[in-house]
């Protein structure tokens, strides 16, 4: 490989140069960057168990669809009507 302009130094010279005379700060001057708090997911946090449904494949679906048109995870979906279904049951007779 030849040189370009016959000077016999590497062609990486100029980048070499430049690096260093970089106007990069020392670590010790970076702004530490803030971590984003860690969100626990359901599988695991404590306060959740997983468990298993069967439902119709019909009812799965229209389910599905529900929780994506509204932004939501079927699972809150389930819990809300658990939740309802139990506080109702609550308040009927025995």
């Not at 990486?12 to 990069?24: E, K, P, V």
């Not at 359901?42 to 298993?52: E, F, V």
């Amino acid at each position: 490989m030849s040189n370009k302009g016959g000077s016999s130094g590497s062609r990486f010279d100029d980048l070499f140069g430049a690096a260093r005379t970089s106007s990069i700060e020392p670590e010790s001057k970076l702004q530490p960057i803030e971590k984003p708090p860690v969100r626990k997911t359901k599988s695991t946090d404590p306060d959740y168990i997983r468990t298993t449904v069967y439902l119709p494949k019909q009812l799965h679906k229209q389910l599905k669809s529900a929780a994506a048109d509204e932004e939501r995870e079927m699972s809150d979906i389930m819990t809300q009507a658990i939740a309802r279904y139990l506080e109702e049951r609550r308040g009927k007779p025995s």
